[in-house]
């Protein structure tokens, strides 16, 4: 069972900067496909913050493009979010996902972590 944890969250001002960790651990036959980020506030559905593949390629949600920054070392099973010019809008839990699969299982496998709170101060 591939293990996700995130780490980095906490208050800030508007405007401030929040660097945001993921490891997943146990995954010594996982072959990861994706790593990323989602969040979510109560009462809305989760969404795609940033997702990074193995080739390297990220995308994101267009309300964080040139301000978020997603980056990644595969081989090492972690991946990294790097927020700046935060606004209150960008309160969230933010999660961690990877995307994957073992040998002899046909589907995608995917797990999540049990998600950080960023909170964005006025």
């Known amino acids: 069972q591939v293990q996700v944890e995130e780490s980095g969250g906490g208050l800030v001002q508007r405007g401030g900067s929040l660097r945001l960790s993921c490891a997943a651990s146990?995954?010594?036959?996982?072959?990861?496909?994706?790593m990323g980020w989602h969040r979510q506030v109560p009462g809305k559905p989760r969404e795609l913050v940033a997702v990074?593949?193995?080739?390297?390629?990220?995308n994101y949600a267009d309300s964080v493009k040139g301000r978020f920054t997603i980056s990644g070392d595969y081989a090492k099973g972690v991946v990294f979010l790097q927020m700046t010019s935060l606004k209150p809008e960008d309160t969230a839990v933010y999660y961690c996902?990877?995307?994957?699969?073992?040998?002899?299982?046909?589907?995608?496998?995917?797990?999540w972590g049990q998600g950080t709170q960023v909170t964005v101060a006025a």
């Open positions: 996902n990877t995307k994957g699969s073992l040998p002899g299982v046909t589907a995608t496998l995917e797990y």
């Open positions: 146990k995954r010594s036959l996982f072959n990861i496909k994706t």
């Open positions: 990074i593949t193995s080739s390297g390629n990220p």
